[in-house]
């Protein structure tokens, strides 16, 4: 137990939020430069594809309109450059674009574009997020403070892994890995919390659509817009997320 006078839980709490507004300024200071940076945005190659330039032009006029858009082309017909280019010329100011892929080689590719269109010093950030079981250093994977150095204390060393990241314009699962391991973190949680305050987030569609995995910290954010890679992909991985199988073993069992 732990007594406070008013006094000092008063002024804890102000300079509390003056952190907090700090950091909110911050934010909303980037996002006005990546406006600005998004104007002059220039796309890489030296000529649209076949179909690329009218992709990508129906892509600007939906987010622009925050509506819906279903595009279908061929396999290299440039498809995550036509996405991605023109959603961030019309992305607005406090806009979150999740890019939802099945497999990593779609989440390659969209880190492969992002790349191409970002200048080291741009004011854009996009985070790719990694299954937990893949980034977690311990031989074997127990979510408990009481067990992982990486868990204990975590709050406390995050600000500074943040700070340090908050100016990489594009966060990778090596970045992640590398700043975690400095910092002694969890490299998925740190991850997730570099992801909140991210323009672009490159992940599984499981981190929208499953129940079970979703993202909650994402979850009550209505400034969010969905790209999505292979979008056929969808129905099944929608129904195997949303069903439950009970087997024989299973009744005789219970």
Avoid at 2 to 8: D, G, K, N, P, Y
Avoid at 47 to 67: C, D, I, P, T
Avoid at 104 to 130: C, F, M, N, W, Y
Avoid at 190 to 197: F, P, R, Y
Wanted: net charge neutral.
């Amino acid at each position: 137990e732990h007594t406070l006078s008013a006094t000092t839980a008063r002024t804890f709490l102000a300079f509390a939020l003056t952190c907090f507004d700090a950091y909110l300024q911050r934010l909303n200071q980037r996002s006005q430069r990546r406006l600005e940076w998004a104007q002059t945005l220039q796309f890489p190659h030296a000529a649209f594809r076949k179909n690329q330039r009218a992709m990508a032009g129906q892509v600007f006029k939906s987010v622009s309109r925050q509506e819906n858009l279903l595009l279908e082309a061929v396999t290299g017909s440039g498809k995550t450059m036509a996405v991605l280019f023109p959603a961030l010329k019309a992305q607005s100011l406090h806009e979150q674009f999740f890019f939802l892929t099945s497999r990593s080689r779609g989440a390659d590719a969209a880190l492969s574009a992002v790349e191409q269109l970002v200048q080291p010093t741009a004011p854009l950030k996009a985070v790719h997020i990694t299954a937990k079981e893949k980034t977690c250093p311990m031989a074997q994977m127990i979510c408990d403070a009481a067990v992982c150095p990486n868990a204990a204390g975590y709050y406390s060393r995050l600000p500074a892994a943040l700070s340090e990241l908050e100016n990489v314009p594009i966060i990778s699962r090596q970045t992640v890995e590398d700043t975690a391991k400095t910092h002694t973190l969890c490299p998925f949680e740190l991850n997730l919390d570099a992801a909140v305050t991210a323009d672009i987030v490159i992940g599984d569609y499981n981190y929208v659509f499953d129940p079970s995995v979703r993202l909650q910290r994402f979850a009550y954010d209505r400034q969010q817009s969905l790209l999505i890679d292979e979008a056929h992909q969808i129905s099944p991985r929608v129904s195997e997320m949303l069903s439950v199988e009970l087997t024989l073993a299973d009744i005789e069992s219970a």
